[in-house]
């Protein structure tokens, strides 16, 4: 996603530029362009900086919902529990996993439990200042878009690209990539029980390859990062499953499957707490 954005801004950007460039003379054309390709780079790269940088949980989710999978009430975390978060890591960290349970909600029309997740994401997102995010017209948005999954897709993805752009913007960028490893978890462990037997539903292999695609993304954006003690602390949680991603090939086996879902649930009963 962020690649993309990127790619479908720079032609823009180089337009304007060819523009500029040929009104200026033959003599400091070279010049200009290249002063004008730097600047495009660096917006380019101030672009990619706010985009949320793996697919959003509401379209990991929707991988799920294609598959006609039905709901499962008892595997998202319980609203309640945001209570329980007090450190501003913990909260970010289960800010992105409730962000995958109320997508996991809304996408299968749970309106109560919609409810619920909302109020669990506004209490968190208002201890870190992002109130905004999830207010009530946020809400009636979903509330209009019930029968139009793209649409809801579409909503609950602006919201957490606002949330991931927000903590960016404002030199929080440990936040911001906890939100979305905590939402990177959250996703995996609910597409991985979805049934007792996930490993017996066609297409649930595609799914969580491509979730290892995701995690292999976010070991590399949190690279810059890891010598902050909360990121590292955080991917040494991790550690179980990027194990069992290294024996992974091109297709999964029934004890991949099973391997992943223990990896997943000993990261997230320690996540959850």
């Known amino acids: 996603m962020k690649n993309t954005l990127a790619a479908l801004m720079l032609p823009l950007l180089l337009a304007g530029i060819v523009v500029t460039a040929s009104n200026t003379s033959c003599k400091s054309r070279k010049k200009e362009k290249k002063i004008e390709l730097e600047q495009a780079g660096v917006l380019v790269d101030e672009i990619e900086k706010n985009v949320y940088p793996l697919p959003t949980s509401a379209e990991v989710i929707k991988m799920l919902t294609d598959l006609e999978v039905g709901y499962i009430f008892g595997i998202s975390n319980p609203a309640e529990n945001s209570k329980k978060y007090i450190k501003s890591t913990d909260r970010a960290i289960n800010l992105g996993g409730y962000g995958a349970d109320l997508s996991y909600a809304t996408l299968y029309n749970m309106q109560q439990e919609v409810l619920n997740y909302l109020g669990a994401l506004r209490s968190l997102a208002n201890e870190l200042n992002m109130s905004q995010i999830y207010d009530e017209s946020w809400y009636e948005k979903i509330r209009r878009n019930y029968d139009n999954r793209d649409e809801l897709v579409k909503i609950l993805t602006d919201a957490f690209q606002n949330t991931y752009a927000y903590l960016v913007d404002n030199n929080q960028e440990t936040l911001a990539l906890l939100v979305v490893g905590g939402a990177w978890v959250e996703g995996l462990y609910l597409t991985t029980h979805v049934s007792e037997a996930a490993y ?74």
């Open 200 to 273: 017996q539903i066609a297409g649930i292999s595609r799914n969580l390859l491509e979730q290892k695609k995701s995690f292999d993304t976010y070991l590399e954006i949190t690279r810059p990062y890891a010598d902050d003690p909360d990121i590292s602390e955080f991917l040494k949680i991790l550690e179980p499953v990027r194990k069992v991603n290294e024996g992974l090939g091109t297709s999964l086996t029934q004890q991949n499957i099973i391997d992943i879902t223990k990896a997943i649930e000993e990261i997230r009963a320690r996540i959850i707490k």
